[in-house]
């Protein structure tokens, strides 16, 4: 299906039924509700998919930290984007430290980490869709780069448990490069959209 059937909208301006219709798939979305990145281990380990789900519909109402993408009015996918500095988790991450040179502070840099697609709509264009959104959401906001932390699925199983990152050759369709690979199959992907 040509992907750009796929509408993606800032997830502030969606209804949270159709949030948590994309999150209530079934596996790792359910119960992380886009958090892991944002919590520290003692935080993620005492809280419950229902804490997590009510986190990020408060990050919702004070900004909006990613896109719900539609395909034909259907609720179907999800991509996180935010200024990096509000994962601090992703901060302290090997593939972060050891690969990203960028000032950790710098709220200009974007990050992009996580994709959710509904299983029936997958292979669909919705997460290529997603990325080119989401560099266009970022760099309306201000960003200056974007980074993403892609899975290589040449050197890496590329498990559901490690998709959700995406692949190298989602990014690089949206016209990122590959900025480093700090560890074995995983790659740190930038795109600058302003100087």
């Known amino acids: 299906m040509d992907e750009s059937t796929v509408l993606a909208v800032p997830v502030a301006d969606v209804p949270w039924e159709d949030v948590r219709l994309v999150f209530q798939t079934r596996g790792d979305p359910a119960g992380c509700w886009c958090q892991f990145f944002k919590l520290n281990g003692a935080e993620w380990r005492a809280g419950s998919s229902a804490d997590r789900q009510a986190r990020l519909s408060e990050q919702?109402?004070?900004d909006s930290p990613g896109l719900i993408a539609y395909l034909d009015g259907e609720a179907v996918g999800w991509c996180a984007v935010?200024?990096?500095p509000r994962y601090p988790s992703?901060?302290?991450s090997r593939v972060v430290t050891g690969g990203s040179t960028e000032d950790p502070a710098d709220e200009t840099v974007w990050a992009i980490t996580c994709f959710v697609v509904r299983t029936n709509f997958r292979r669909r264009g919705v997460a290529s869709a997603l990325v080119r959104a989401a560099v266009d959401h970022a760099r309306s906001r201000g960003a200056s780069v974007i980074e993403g932390y892609?899975?290589?699925p040449t050197e890496r199983e590329a498990t559901a448990s490690v998709?959700?990152?995406g692949t190298i050759s989602l990014f690089e369709g949206a016209g990122f490069e590959i900025g480093s690979r700090p560890?074995?199959?995983r790659a740190v992907m930038r795109l600058r959209v302003r100087d």
């Open 60 to 62: 919702v109402q004070d």
């Open 82 to 84: 935010e200024p990096r």
């Open 90 to 92: 992703l901060l302290r």
């Open 150 to 152: 892609p899975v290589d």
């Open 163 to 165: 998709l959700y990152h």
């Open 183 to 185: 560890s074995n199959g």
